[in-house]
């Protein structure tokens, strides 16, 4: 989608890039460049670069790159007229009209509304006749009337249309309705009915405050309904990229999150005081939550419930949270089944001295092995030793490993120096596996010398490495420019550097701004791709070094463009024999 350029040119002038990502990832400056953790992946180095005098970022640990538009992107999930959106309404900026986009953004807006307007009509229903019941049993689970409020907990009536009907009567179509997933269409007739009937409900919330779609909690013992049910996926709303409160955690003291399975826990910790709760929703935990939570923590506290589902989910929940960057602690509750339970039993202060004990995930995950084995069997003890040593080999502290491995010899009854020998043993078998592992994912690109990557190849390497080059040195120097109009982008082997290449020469010939940073068109693996180029390029950058690669590029396509020729003329003669023949 085509934004004018000089609009763009403006709008990556007024947000600078050290700014807007200054406002997710605290960065230092290292000579002209500023560095800070990678928002993208866990690591505890900082690899991630910014360059404000380019307008772009890099990680060099990941390798995802590009200029600010693409940051937003990347980090909020955003479409590219919506990070464009995003950042015109960061500075005051009015985005020109484009018929496309704005017809995409209107449907959101109006699906935004709608749901703001179904969360006032549940909220409503709460306190009307019909929601008596539901109201007693929020005012049995604990809920106060100012929590439900705090989120905007509500009622959907047992009814077959009182939603459609309200939302109707606000003036939303039934193609809206639909669009919402707030109702499901009859097979039969096409009618529209409620998908929520006589639930409690609760608006889920993203972190900008809009209400994109709702939690239903059953009221009444039916073995034959699902507990919880959730909005389906829709234009505005992706389960795995949300969590249920973090509109409100975010702007807690707390520099930690606790991580539950339900939303009642959620509202009964916020209720309690620990305004950090939040919850993922109705899926296990994923990667792009857990990349949420690192904008808001570094710490992240799990309550799953205690049984055997919950401590599954808790063992999926820790590498994932680990792998964002995030210091992972759990808490294991006794004597309740959950937060909400466990509260209510035994109050505010008892759940914080439990918080301020929860083990680390070395500790809980240690313990998990060991219930698994009798140790007073000679064969469970062994087998017991064999996962102990092979979890401990995967902690990469050394003094974390002596510390849990003393423990867990100890426990086993044998003597350090042999668990330590198994570790090691482990340790190695693992690292064979891993180079096993990255044998196979870098074999193709190590034979072809090409960029790391699963999509973007190169069809003609001596061009494209060419190719590159000019992209490198035009960025580095845009008068090269003005050296390099005999070299045309359909020249280029590449369609994606030849692409880049013509956006760069369009911009260059027209006086405008040549950077990474407003190139449009092209998706995160692109950009990536593109400022990995700019970043692996370091050679010489002058009219000589351009010319020869011109001279390659227009050299390797000349070559291709004979051996065109030369298949189409064997082509003919093939013909004509058949046609001889007959």
């Known amino acids: 989608m085509a934004f004018p350029p000089s609009f763009l040119d403006e709008l990556v002038a007024r947000n600078p890039i050290e700014d807007v990502v200054g406002h997710y990832v605290t960065l230092k400056r290292s000579g002209s460049n500023l560095f800070g953790l990678c928002p993208f992946h866990g690591e505890k180095t900082a690899s991630f670069s910014v360059a404000p005098d380019k307008g772009i970022y890099y990680c060099f640990g990941c390798h995802k790159g590009g200029g600010v538009i693409n940051f937003m992107m990347e980090l909020e999930g955003l479409s590219y007229p919506d990070a464009v959106r995003n950042l015109a309404a960061r500075v005051g900026m009015e985005v020109p009209e484009d018929e496309q986009y704005q017809s995409r953004y209107r449907q959101q807006e109006r699906l935004w509304a709608l749901h703001k307007e179904a969360a006032r ?4 229903q709460l306190y009307a006749p019909l929601g008596k019941k539901a109201l007693e049993y929020a005012f049995g689970r604990g809920m106060s009337k100012s929590i439900l409020t705090t989120f905007g907990v509500g ?18 179509t039934d193609q809206e309705l639909k669009d919402s997933g707030l109702v499901t269409v009859s097979q039969k007739n096409g009618n529209l009915f409620d998908r929520f009937r006589d639930r409690l409900m609760f608006p889920i919330i993203d972190v900008r405050g809009n209400v994109i779609g709702f939690g239903g909690r059953i009221i009444k013992n039916d073995p034959n ?7 389906p996926e829709t234009m505005i709303f992706n389960k795995r990229k949300n969590l249920f409160g973090l509109n409100l955690a975010k ?3 707390e520099n930690s999150l606790i991580l539950v399975e339900g939303n009642i826990d959620v509202v009964a910790l ?4 620990f305004d950090n709760a939040v919850a993922s929703l109705g899926t296990s935990l994923t990667d792009e939550q857990a990349a949420l939570m690192t904008r808001y923590a570094e710490q992240v506290i799990l309550i799953y419930d205690g049984d055997k589902a919950g401590q599954n989910a808790t063992q999926r929940a820790i590498p994932i949270l680990e792998k964002a960057g995030l210091q992972v602690k759990v808490l294991q509750l006794k004597d309740a089944k959950d937060p909400d339970e466990f509260l209510k039993k035994f109050g505010a202060d008892r759940f914080k001295l439990l918080l301020e004990e929860s083990s680390n995930r070395v500790e809980y995950q240690l313990n998990a092995i060991a219930r698994k084995y009798d140790i007073r069997e000679d064969d469970q003890k062994v087998k017991f030793i064999n996962e102990a040593a092979e979890f401990l080999s995967t902690l990469s502290n050394a003094v974390q490993r002596e510390v849990y491995g003393h423990r867990v010899a100890d426990a086993a009854k044998i003597s350090y120096d042999a668990l330590k020998l198994e570790v090691n043993k482990a340790f190695k078998r693992r690292m064979a596996r891993e180079r096993k592992k990255q044998e196979k994912i870098d074999l193709a690109p190590a034979k072809n010398l090409q960029p790391r990557s699963r999509t973007i190849r190169y069809d003609n390497m001596k061009s494209a490495m060419a190719e590159e080059t000019v992209i490198a040195m035009v960025l580095r120097s845009p008068a090269l420019l003005d050296e390099a109009k005999q070299l045309d982008s359909g020249e280029f082997s590449s369609r994606l550097l030849g692409n880049v290449y013509g956006q760069l020469r369009r911009r260059h010939d027209q006086g405008l701004d040549v950077s990474l940073g407003v190139l449009e068109g092209f998706s995160s693996e692109e950009m990536s791709h593109i400022t990995s180029v700019y970043h692996r390029q370091q050679g010489p950058v002058n009219e000589q070094a351009l010319a020869d690669c011109i001279r390659t590029i227009k050299k390797e396509h000349s070559s291709s463009n004979v051996a065109s020729e030369d298949d189409l003329l064997a082509f003919r003669n093939k013909l004509r024999e058949s046609k001889g023949a007959k």
């Open 121 to 124: 009509f549940f909220h409503s």
């Open 155 to 172: 009622y959907a009536p047992d009814s077959w249309d009182s939603l459609v009907r309200a939302m109707r009567a606000k003036g939303y």
């Open 225 to 231: 309904a699902a507990k919880y049910l959730n909005s």
């Open 251 to 253: 702007k807690s003291k």
């Open 270 to 273: 916020h209720q309690y005081g």
